[in-house]
């Protein structure tokens, strides 16, 4: 596979990061002042900043910060810090210098005047670099993440069967790509998806400690480096390319693109079949089993229910001459755009003619109906995911100590284990082996008896929407409590996974 199929330039999501000051709280805007402080114990949207890069050289580069609003990190002549507008061409800029134990410092450009915290407050006062103004950069995208390593053109892959982890995957369609990147006392634990942890001895082990925690350098572009701390890199090493800690990579070996896991789908026609890529390009229900060639990633733009189906060979669906669909598009070609279509957790597509795709008597996909019926709804399954990790407005969905029942507003998230029941129906098992269950509000609790029906459908690349078993959608509450209670889908109903 062609690196060119599989790289792209980073989504900004995953340019934001949050700022930890050394008293351990994030660099936070309050919108009721319009002021900029660093109390915040938690990585929330307010805690969010993109960094936009107008110069970079070696181990550092010109930036400014943008919020989440939109709005920018700004520093006035009496070092005082607010939020808005940029006034000139260097106002709001900073020098951003990447230190070796992974910290950053921001230097007002106009002042040159270092950013700092003196545990609450934040502003540029002093142009004499100490402790105060260092900041640890913790990337803000989803915690389920894939590692591309640009130097080898592959991505890390987890063997559970061997306890390694090799960085030899060309297509990162497999579960065993995906890791959740744990952030905790300053370090970073990278989990498997059969949930074990990358250790200092190159091996998988069942828990976290610390021969687990890796030190992170970031660079913006979702570049990052993971360090034991006393000199040793995590790189791919030999000719199996063994992820493993060393100390002599050569040509940037140590860096590495950090992305969302990907979502990869199997696609199940009326006869129970896979559509599989067959002879190349052509696509066919023919398989009743999955294979590589049946995977197909989901590509969804957040803002309209226009879809793209990538095949493992690199290409997208299409519509060609005669109705046929097959799998040689280009990204930006229309006739690779579908529009989506839900129906009790089954999947219906409509090409750019109008007209829906079925499988017609030879098992070919064809862009033929117009109007859909049972052999134009497909059965959708995530193929790369066994496990949710579901983000909302205000958090993660997770347990608390402190509370019996789900919350959605946690820093760190509990895995939803997925047992497929139905095409688009799952049981959701919590991490103990229980079920979910629901009460008679709307809330949930993590310790059922009974598998519960959850259906779920797609509403971006790695967006979704859940109906309860109650037949109301889950959302996320301020309060922090997980609910069960809506009719409609609200901004509050879609969840990041």
């Given at each position: ?122 502003f540029c006062n002093s142009r004499v670099l100490s402790a105060y103004h260092m900041w640890t950069p913790r990337p803000a995208l989803h915690v389920h993440v894939i590692l591309y390593s640009p130097v080898n053109h592959c991505y890390a892959r987890a063997d559970p069967t061997m306890g390694r982890v090799w960085v030899d995957a060309p297509v990162p369609c497999l579960e065993e790509c995906g890791f959740l990147l ?127 189906l990538r095949a493992a060979n690199g290409c997208y669906l299409a519509q060609r001459r005669h109705r046929t669909v097959v799998a040689n598009g280009h990204p930006m070609e229309p006739d690779t755009f579908f529009r989506v279509h839900w129906n009790c957790g089954k999947i219906i597509l409509q090409s750019p003619n109008g007209r829906f795709l079925g499988i017609i008597d030879n098992g070919l996909l064809m862009a ?130």
């Amino acid at each position: 596979m062609e690196e060119v199929e599989w790289t792209r330039r980073p989504k900004p999501e995953e340019l934001r990061v949050g700022l930890i000051s050394w008293a351990g709280s994030y660099l936070t805007f309050e919108a009721y002042k319009n002021t900029v402080t660093a109390t915040a114990k938690g990585l929330g949207r307010r805690q969010t900043w993109e960094i936009l890069v107008s110069n970079e050289h070696d181990a550092q580069a010109v930036v400014r910060l943008r919020g989440l609003q939109g709005l920018y990190l700004l520093c006035e002549a009496d070092g005082s810090l607010c939020y808005g507008r940029p006034r000139t061409s260097h106002h709001g800029c900073f020098l951003l210098r990447f230190h070796r134990n992974g910290k950053w410092t921001l230097q007002c450009i106009i002042s040159g005047r270092y950013l700092e915290s003196d545990g609450e407050d934040v502003f540029c006062n002093s142009r004499v670099l100490s402790a105060y103004h260092m900041w640890t950069p913790r990337p803000a995208l989803h915690v389920h993440v894939i590692l591309y390593s640009p130097v080898n053109h592959c991505y890390a892959r987890a063997d559970p069967t061997m306890g390694r982890v090799w960085v030899d995957a060309p297509v990162p369609c497999l579960e065993e790509c995906g890791f959740l990147l744990h952030f905790q006392d300053g370090c970073y634990h990278l989990e498997t998806s059969t949930h074990f942890f990358l250790s200092h001895v190159d091996r998988l082990v069942p828990q976290p400690s610390a021969q687990t925690a890796f030190h992170m350098q970031v660079r913006p572009g979702g570049l990052v480096a993971l360090s034991d701390g006393e000199g040793g890199m995590l790189y791919p090493q030999g000719t199996r390319l063994l992820l493993g800690l060393g100390s002599n990579p050569h040509r940037g070996e140590e860096w590495f693109v950090l992305q969302r896991c990907p979502t990869w789908v199997s696609l199940r026609s009326k006869t129970r079949k896979f559509l599989s890529i067959i002879y190349d390009v052509e696509v066919c229900a023919a398989s009743e089993h999955i294979t590589p060639m049946s995977l197909f990633q989901f590509e969804c733009d957040d803002e309209s229910p226009s879809l793209q189906l990538r095949a493992a060979n690199g290409c997208y669906l299409a519509q060609r001459r005669h109705r046929t669909v097959v799998a040689n598009g280009h990204p930006m070609e229309p006739d690779t755009f579908f529009r989506v279509h839900w129906n009790c957790g089954k999947i219906i597509l409509q090409s750019p003619n109008g007209r829906f795709l079925g499988i017609i008597d030879n098992g070919l996909l064809m862009a033929n109906a117009t109007i859909p019926g049972p052999n134009e709804e497909f059965g959708i399954r995530l193929a790369n995911r066994p496990f949710l990790v579901l983000r909302g407005r205000y958090g993660y969905v997770g347990t608390s100590s402190e509370h019996d029942l789900m919350k959605c507003n946690m820093d760190q998230p509990d895995c939803i284990h997925l047992l497929p029941c139905r095409q688009g129906i799952y049981h959701f098992q919590a991490q103990g082996g229980s079920f979910w269950s629901i009460t008679s509000f709307g809330t949930f609790r993590p310790w059922g008896k009974f598998a519960l029906n959850f259906c779920i459908e797609l509403h971006g690349s790695n967006l979704l929407t859940v109906l309860a078993p109650n037949g109301f959608y889950m959302r996320s509450d301020r309060s922090g409590t997980l609910l069960a209670d809506s009719e409609e889908i609200t901004k509050e109903c879609i969840w990041e996974f």
